[in-house]
């Protein structure tokens, strides 16, 4: 099944689930900007999602397989971070990536967090701000990027 996961390399399905958000809020306004239709283009091409606002601090994401996602805003130590809770699931758990926008805001690189660094099996909240923070410098904290552009 291609979903989500191919939107990050392959790696949201693959990467780890939680059964909660990083942050219990958003740490900051939605940003209009990541608003669009977005193509990957590595490490695959064609595959699309469409990110909307759905309201001043959340985004809905509808992969063209048919899949829908909830994010956020959770950023931590400095880093941009989001929490993405896939709703149709019926689990609706979270997965943790890292996202950065070109300055002319028409290319996106993702990467979820690497399971081997921050085990699915984080007990609590607090136990994960705790491992992404210590392994803030850890070159595989994420997994490889995915690239997208509008």
């Known amino acids: ?3 989500f996961t191919v939107v990050v390399c392959s790696l949201v399905l693959l990467s780890c689930h939680y059964d909660f958000p990083l942050t219990a809020e ?7 900007r990541l608003e669009g239709t977005w193509t990957l283009i590595e490490p695959e091409q ?4 469409d990110i909307r606002l759905y309201d001043d601090r959340h985004y809905v994401i509808a992969y063209n397989n048919g899949e829908i996602y909830r994010a956020f805003h959770s950023d931590l130590a400095g880093m941009p971070l989001m ?3 896939n709703l149709n699931d019926r689990e609706r758990k979270y997965v943790v990536l890292d996202w950065k926008l070109s300055k002319d805001g028409k ?3 993702i990467r979820a967090i690497n399971p ?3 085990p699915e099996g984080t007990p609590n909240r607090e136990a994960l701000v705790k491992l992404i923070e210590s392994n803030r410098e850890n070159p595989k904290l994420f997994g490889e990027p995915g690239v ?3």
Not at 26 to 32: L, M
Not at 46 to 49: C, F, R
């Open 1 to 3: 099944m291609r979903t």
């Open 26 to 32: 958003p740490t900051r306004a939605a940003d209009a």
């Open 46 to 49: 064609g595959e699309k999602m």
């Open 83 to 85: 929490s993405v809770q």
């Open 107 to 109: 290319r996106l690189t």
């Open 116 to 118: 081997d660094v921050v």
């Open 148 to 150: 997208y552009v509008k």
